[in-house]
């Protein structure tokens, strides 16, 4: 009886640590959304987050996606091979999974360990040398400031990265056709065959939600370190798992709201 009991309340504080983190973020969000007190100050900032979060990332979304499409399109052929199936099957499958899932929910997932934890090591860095402190007593608010720039700046490059990372694994499995797996024709007809524009956009559409959960997660694991360096590591890790954990649910979500 007592060890039912000891589990009850494990679980009834694990379920309050939740809902108090919680109600931390969602009040770190409201004050984080607040019109800018010096918009020239606030457009720079966000310039310069474009760059740090989504263009300093274009390099390695390229490097996968293209190394992606390529296992893709072998493994297929190799793997799923019938008379009863048409040749440009393996173009077909490939293209859909990089469209669908790999480009917008995979890529996202990997950015979550590049981006996130950067966002949060950073803030984090500011929290435990008192900059954020020496911000909010100049009467800044520091949320708006450190905050908003990153969210609004990779929900802005994010449906790029994600139109490269589909151009880069159609290049990666084309370079698998010119090696000999399958005739560029195929390829080429599989990759056009029934394609329904509306699956980009509601890649891309799922990866702006996406961005927003890592860089406001991120922030949010970043800006209430509390403690030293050692703090700030623990806080990056934590960030990345509580990010790439929130993407998947909200990718089950967002697929069936969509579809």
């Not at 173009?91 to 949060?120: D, H, P, Q, W």
């Not at 908003?148 to 490059?157: D, S, V």
Request: glycine share 8%; aromatic share 14%.
């Amino acid at each position: 009886m007592r060890e039912s009991e000891n589990i009850i309340m494990f679980i009834f504080k694990f379920i309050l640590k939740y809902i108090a983190a919680f109600g931390k973020y969602l009040e770190l969000m409201g004050r984080t959304f607040s019109i800018p007190e010096r918009m020239r100050m606030f457009v720079k900032q966000y310039v310069k987050e474009m760059a740090q979060l989504g263009v300093d990332s274009i390099g390695i979304v390229l490097l996968i996606s293209f190394f992606i499409g390529a296992v893709i399109c072998i493994q297929i052929k190799l793997n799923i091979q019938s008379p009863w199936m048409p040749n440009f099957t393996t173009g077909y499958t490939t293209r859909e999974i990089m469209v669908l899932e790999f480009s917008s929910s995979i890529m996202c997932l990997i950015l979550a360990g590049k981006v996130g934890s950067n966002i949060a090591s950073e803030i984090g860095t500011m929290r435990v040398t008192q900059q954020i402190d020496a911000l909010e007593i100049m009467g800044v608010n520091s949320a708006s400031f450190l905050i908003l720039p990153k969210i609004l700046g990779l929900m802005t490059m994010i449906p790029f990265l994600v139109v490269f990372s589909i151009v880069a694994g159609f290049l990666g499995a084309y370079a698998t056709a010119y090696a000999g797996i399958i005739t560029p024709d195929d390829l080429t007809v599989g990759l056009l065959h029934s394609f329904v524009p509306w699956f980009v956009w509601m890649s891309i559409i799922k990866s702006i939600f996406f961005a927003f959960i890592i860089a406001s997660v991120s922030s949010y694991y970043g800006y209430n370190v509390q403690g030293g360096s050692f703090d700030v590591g623990k806080a990056s890790t934590n960030a990345v798992v509580s990010s790439s954990m929130l993407i998947l649910f909200a990718d089950i979500f967002l697929t069936q709201l969509l579809s």
